[in-house]
Every structure is written in structure tokens, then in C-alpha cells.
């Protein structure tokens, strides 16, 4: 299940996302980890609840994007001193690296 955001408009979701809100990197971190086996090209990350607006914004992530975006968030699982974690995200991008030289 993705996670869901509820912010009063569209500007301040781009400003979590900015600020590198960890809860963002757990919603991408978990829809990954859940679905490394998965078939399937996209998976729904996030639901983006705007009150303003009155409108949901899904997020999705590219299977093929998988790789660079644990890179990309072992920082912050680091930073926030979350160390099984980032076992679990190594072991990914292990598996993902792996998966794909065997696609070569």
C-alpha cells in the first residue's frame, strides 16, 4: 500500500521533497524493497492528498529506476542512523545489480 501525504497545497509537497523529508525516502525505500521481484514496469509510491486544490496526486517509480533511487537514499538511512535498513538496501541493490548483468 503506498504511502499517503496529506499537505495544503502542491508547493508545500515540493517542499518536503526538497528538504529531503525522510518520510519520503521510507515510502520509496518500502514500495521497493516490496516489489524487487515484481514483474510489473511502475509501482505507486506515494498518494499526494492536496486540500487546496482538492485533488490526489499518485507517485510512481520506474522499475528501471529502482537502483539509482536506493543509491540515492542510502544517505539519509545513514544519516539517520537507520544501520538495518541499509543492510536491507545494499542486499537490494545487490540483487538489482546482479539481476541485470544477467539480463546482459
Do not use: G, P
Not at 499517503?4 to 525516502?25: G, H, I, M, P, T
Not at 492528498?49 to 496526486?57: R, T
Amino acid at each position: 500500500m503506498a504511502r499517503e501525504f496529506e499537505v495544503q497545497n502542491a508547493d508545500e509537497f515540493e517542499k518536503l521533497v526538497a528538504s529531503r523529508d525522510f518520510r519520503v525516502y521510507e515510502a520509496l525505500v518500502s514500495t521497493i524493497l516490496k516489489n524487487l521481484k515484481s514483474t510489473k514496469r511502475h509501482h505507486h509510491v506515494l498518494s499526494v492528498i492536496s486540500i487546496d486544490e482538492d485533488a490526489v496526486y499518485d507517485i510512481t517509480l520506474d522499475k528501471q529506476d529502482f537502483h539509482y533511487t536506493l543509491e540515492e537514499s542510502l544517505s539519509a538511512y545513514e544519516k539517520e542512523e537507520k544501520y538495518e535498513e541499509c543492510v536491507k538496501i545494499k542486499e537490494a541493490m545487490t540483487f538489482l545489480s546482479k539481476k541485470k548483468l544477467k539480463k546482459k
